[in-house]
């Protein structure tokens, strides 16, 4: 199956690009954060290998559209995030990482910002999801300044079963 190709994005201060191989070490720097991995549904990462399969599985369909968030200033990889389309349900998800010392500047809202025109801009986009743990309050700001409010509560729990949160999903209908 050939790889989805996905155009550079840019905003303010991020450069929006597909993540690569040769990024396990930036993404260990997040994905091996106990800090950024406490609500996360991955467990922590113990190595940049870790990520290997996650991104060698990136890019294989056109419902998943996930982007390395690249500081403009310095070129540093500080996170990733994007949109994530589930046909049954006709609904778009959110979801995003960023390095603990990128946290409450406003890049992800930013960037996600961006990748939300990108898809409407191929898509239509009827429902934009996402769920938070209770708990995680940086999530829930970036939900509202996408314009997302309450819409139930649910929960969910980490890939491996270790743990389990209760949590709100957020929704904007477009």
Known sequence: MAK???????TERLILRP??????EAIFKWTGDARVNKYMIYPLYKSPEDGREWIEGLYEDAGKI???FVLKETGELIGSGGLYYYSDIDVWSVGYNLAYDYWNKGFTTEAIQAILKYVQSKNEVHVLAGTFAVGNEGSRRVM????M???????YSKLD???SFKAKTYHKVF
Request: overall charge negative; aromatic content about 10%; charged content about 35%.
């Open 4 to 10: 989805i190709e996905l155009p550079k994005l840019e």
């Open 19 to 24: 993540l690569l191989l040769n990024d396990l």
């Open 66 to 68: 996930d982007y390395g």
């Open 144 to 147: 509202e300044k996408l314009g």
């Open 149 to 155: 409010t309450f819409y139930e509560d649910t929960e």
């Open 161 to 163: 079963g270790s743990v």
